[in-house]
């Protein structure tokens, strides 16, 4: 099976209800030269790419842990939406 940038979107998307909640733009594209991933974040022209490694997406896909995303994903939202006008609820 053939991994593809929309099962990694939808699964990362039900992971994190925050992506939803904030109104946090998620892209999903592969980069052949870095053989990874990047998701991209992006709320109000506030921008964070993050690479994923293919055992990293692949555990993911399988609901096993999504820990590195997780994490960059929490520190955009810490950066740009808790505390500030650009993520009101």
Known sequence: MTTQASDIKNKLQEIYPEIAQYGVGLQIDYNSEKKAWEATFEKDG??????LEDAD????????????????????????????EACKL
């Open 57 to 84: 997406v692949d555990n993911c896909l399988l609901g096993k842990k999504c820990y590195n995303f997780g994490i960059q994903l929490g520190q955009f939202i810490r950066n740009y939406c808790e505390g500030g």
């Open 46 to 51: 506030n921008k964070l790419t993050t690479h």
